[in-house]
């Protein structure tokens, strides 16, 4: 499950997902379109903290 398939299936925004996760929106953004890699770590925890 990546990032998105998380926040989806959470039915929230980005904005509301980064507030969620204290991850500032633009970092949140970047991650999930692919811009940046998320380090494996932070994407396990978010998509834990997503789908809990």
């Known amino acids: 499950m990546t990032i998105l398939e ?7 925004t980005r904005r ?3 507030e969620l996760l204290g991850i500032p929106y ?8 692919g811009n940046n890699i998320c380090p494996l ?5 978010i ?4 789908t809990k």
């Open 47 to 50: 998509i834990a903290g997503l």
């Open 6 to 12: 998380a926040r989806q299936k959470a039915k929230i």
């Open 41 to 45: 770590w932070a994407e396990k925890l």
């Open 16 to 18: 509301a997902a980064s």
């Open 26 to 33: 633009s970092t949140f953004e970047n991650w999930e379109a």
